[in-house]
């Protein structure tokens, strides 16, 4: 039992890894890709957004699908998508067949990610699922922060294609794997009509409220467009959730969120996730565009501090086992205020240990808050609904991340742009960036930071005011039997 254990975490952390490996290294290529494309950031930026707004759209699809007919079937065919997708994307001849495989891609990691958290609250008793979060969030990661650092050198000395291409590889394996070692768990829910139409308004609520951001200055949009625009996906929202309310076996159960703890830790990992990967998302073009450094060592600059997390993670899931899951979110919260204070005072004469330290903390908050608030929201699950609280868990987080970037890189552009209009011999288009001098473009991170200053209070308050259901699933049957547990609790998995 101890072995199928091992293999089993390992088999879920190789999936997270694989994802999170791949947005690594696709978020340090961004900067080489607008220039040799002479694209804005607001443009390059949409290889990553496409991907998250599909994944968005789809975690509560595969999500309530993963209920119906079982989670692995789920899990191993999002890998094996996620993979086609990549080797497809490596072999792009342009941007716009580029797009359209992230597309692809993302609905891949849509299906992989929602079923994570479900199949560890099904395989894991409660008491061992701290440490499992623990492990999921060091490998993800350290796949985020290898991505950056492999990355940098992959886009320095063999092209920005290969970056998609080197993570084939790595997909074929995790689905061989899945297939393997995951068990077939019975589903709770049969014989249940699913939601299209409810798919289809959430899937259009999103892309409606987030697209504005990005390409409102590409096309050339003016307010009276977005305004239009925003109306139209807050209509949508309305009627999805009008249509939710009525159907009767609706794509997103909405009583779940009356769960007040459920709504608070979701909140606490939306904003959450928004910074962490606001802050990164700029980092490589401060490195680059202030501090001079080529891709391959902005790459290993945001690789080494990031390694904290091999210890965080494991300590935060052992600490929410033990002594309940608000202390570490409480201390990562903590540390996320320091980490973005510190990210506030970069600037072009700050030394790599300073820069060292502000992501060292940044990663350790990561790396604590994570697992302890996947306990949180998993443990006031409904046991029939634990795939659904499972993608919405996941959509909170993902649409974090988009938002992060959207947020953080509309905060950054428009800050230059508005600076740069009187400069002579400044372009306006293209990756006008490159030219922007440095207090400008310093004038961005900045402002970019205040914001993330802001937020972080917010998670504080939110994670302040929630708490873990500690006596969730005791009386459940799990793959994992108590003699197992208690071996796992001795060290010996």
């Given at each position: 039992?101890?072995?199928?254990?091992?293999?089993?975490?390992?088999?879920?952390?190789?999936?997270?890894?694989?994802?999170?490996?791949?947005?690594?290294?696709?978020?340090?290529?961004?900067?080489?890709?607008?220039?040799?494309?002479?694209?804005?950031?607001?443009?390059?930026?949409?290889?990553?957004?496409?991907?998250?707004?599909?994944?968005?759209?789809?975690?509560?699809?595969?999500?309530?699908?993963?209920?119906?007919?079982?989670?692995?079937?789920?899990?191993?065919?999002?890998?094996?998508?996620?993979?086609?997708?990549?080797?497809?994307?490596?072999?792009?001849l342009d941007f716009i067949s580029l797009i359209i495989f992230r597309i692809i891609q993302g609905i891949g990691s849509a299906m992989l990610l929602s079923m994570v958290p479900a199949i560890i609250s099904t395989v894991f008793p409660p008491?061992?699922?701290?440490k499992v979060f623990g492990y999921i969030s060091l490998t993800t990661t350290l796949g985020l922060s290898s991505g950056y650092g492999v990355g940098g050198y992959v886009t320095q000395y063999m092209g920005w294609n290969w970056i998609f291409l080197m993570?084939?590889?790595?997909?074929?394996?995790?689905?061989?794997?899945?297939?393997?070692v995951l068990p077939s768990q019975k589903t709770r829910v049969q014989n249940v009509k699913f939601d299209v139409i409810g798919s289809l308004l959430i899937g259009l609520t999103i892309l409606t409220f987030i697209m504005p951001f990005n390409i409102?200055?590409?096309?050339?949009?003016?307010?009276?467009?977005?305004?239009?625009?925003?109306?139209?996906?807050?209509?949508?929202?309305?009627?999805?959730v009008i249509w939710e309310l009525k159907h009767p076996e609706p794509l997103l159960d909405l009583s779940i969120l009356k769960n007040v703890y459920i709504t608070l830790s979701l909140l606490a990992g939306?904003?959450?996730?928004?910074?962490?990967?606001?802050?990164?998302?700029?980092?490589?073009?401060?490195?680059?565009?202030?501090?001079?450094?080529?891709?391959?060592?902005?790459?290993?600059?945001?690789?080494?501090?990031?390694?904290?997390?091999?210890?965080?993670?494991?300590?935060?899931?052992?600490?929410?086992?033990?002594?309940?899951?608000?202390?570490?979110?409480?201390?990562?919260?903590?540390?996320?205020?320091?980490?973005?204070?510190?990210?506030?005072r970069l600037n072009q004469t700050v030394g790599i240990l300073f820069i060292f330290a502000a992501l060292g903390i940044r990663a350790l908050s990561e790396g604590m808050f994570t697992p302890a608030n996947n306990k949180t929201v998993m443990s006031h699950s409904p046991k029939e609904k634990v795939g659904s609280v499972s993608s919405l868990l996941n959509t909170a987080r993902y649409m974090g991340l988009v938002m992060g970037i959207v947020v953080f890189n509309e905060i950054f552009v428009t800050t230059i742009s508005n600076e740069i209009t009187d400069l002579i011999g400044v372009p306006s288009t293209g990756a006008f960036q490159f030219s922007a001098p440095v207090g400008i473009l310093l004038n961005g991170f900045q402002n970019a930071f205040i914001l993330g200053i802001a937020m972080s209070v917010l998670i504080l308050i939110f994670s302040i005011l929630t708490k873990e259901n500690k006596d969730y699933g005791e009386d459940e049957d799990y793959l994992v039997d108590l003699d197992s547990f208690k071996k796992y609790k001795e060290g010996l998995p």
């Open positions: 039992m101890e072995h199928r254990l091992n293999w089993i975490i390992f088999t879920l952390a190789l999936g997270m890894f694989l994802w999170s490996f791949s947005a690594g290294i696709v978020n340090i290529s961004l900067p080489t890709i607008s220039q040799y494309l002479d694209i804005s950031t607001d443009m390059v930026s949409l290889i990553v957004i496409i991907h998250l707004i599909t994944l968005i759209s789809f975690l509560l699809v595969f999500g309530r699908i993963g209920d119906i007919t079982g989670y692995k079937k789920i899990f191993v065919m999002g890998i094996s998508i996620f993979t086609i997708g990549s080797y497809f994307c490596g072999i792009s008491r061992m699922r701290g993570v084939v590889p790595v997909g074929i394996i995790a689905t061989i794997f899945a297939v393997k409102e200055e590409n096309l050339g949009w003016g307010f009276p467009s977005i305004a239009i625009t925003f109306v139209i996906s807050l209509i949508l929202g309305i009627t999805f939306f904003i959450a996730t928004l910074v962490l990967t606001g802050t990164i998302y700029l980092l490589p073009f401060y490195l680059e565009l202030i501090m001079g450094y080529s891709s391959d060592f902005a790459g290993l600059i945001i690789l080494i501090p990031s390694l904290v997390v091999i210890f965080i993670g494991p300590l935060s899931g052992y600490i929410s086992d033990n002594f309940g899951s608000r202390i570490p979110t409480i201390i990562a919260c903590i540390t996320l205020i320091m980490a973005i204070i510190l990210l506030y």
